[in-house]
């Protein structure tokens, strides 16, 4: 999941630093994600978990980091199904 959150922010973060040099708790804000590349990247990452953010979760905390990210999307993602 974390690399498909890394080629996300290097699609649509618009960050300052390469994706690859950031640790998974490093904030992003204090690389260059903006305010409107969050709302891309929110997008993006919806389709790519197929996820839906809802309003309580839209915070700059919940795109603060790729593990704060990684966390909110497994936290929408519906349990697996066990047979």
Known sequence: MEDRIRKILTDCGRLSVPTQGLGAQD???????????T???MLAV???FDVEFPDNLLTR???ESISSLASVVNGLK????TS
């Open 27 to 37: 904030n992003l804000y204090e690389v260059g994600l903006s305010s409107l590349a």
């Open 39 to 41: 709302v891309n990247v």
């Open 46 to 48: 919806e389709e790519a």
């Open 61 to 63: 905390r919940s795109f």
């Open 78 to 81: 519906p349990p697996a199904l």
